[in-house]
């Protein structure tokens, strides 16, 4: 399957989208920061990149940017439980956006959708 990349503050919900994709079959990367995001890019080549706009004291938006502006070409889904971001004119550098939800079957589709060559 794929090399997944999750960027998410919530230990709970990182520890969840780890477990869920590793028994669909993906190789996950879990990092509860963007700080340094490049440098984890560099070392792991995901195929997608997971991202939650809202990280503590860091804004998802800004690590969007700085991923697209290293690799236009690596997939961002946006992971947010804020719909109202789809409309920040930031979150259209990202693939795809997918409203965080208890049933990870959108996120998990999204992946495929990106993954999938």
């Not at 990182?14 to 070392?43: C, S, T």
């Not at 690799?71 to 439980?81: E, K, M, W």
Request: avoid cysteine; charged fraction near 30%; proline fraction near 3%.
């Amino acid at each position: 399957m794929a090399k997944v990349m999750i960027v998410e503050d919530e230990a709970n919900l990182l520890k969840l989208y780890k477990d869920e994709l590793e028994d669909d079959g993906h190789e996950v990367l879990p990092i509860d920061n963007g700080r340094e995001i490049l440098k984890y890019i560099e070392k792991f080549g995901p195929e997608v990149v997971v991202l939650d706009i809202k990280l503590g004291s860091q804004e998802g938006l800004e690590i969007l940017e700085q991923i697209k502006n290293f690799d236009r070409g690596l997939p961002v889904i946006i992971n947010s439980a804020y719909s109202s971001y789809k409309a920040n004119f930031s979150s259209w550098l990202a693939d795809d956006y997918v409203v965080k939800s208890p049933d990870l079957t959108e996120l998990k589709d999204t992946i495929r959708k990106h993954t999938l060559k």
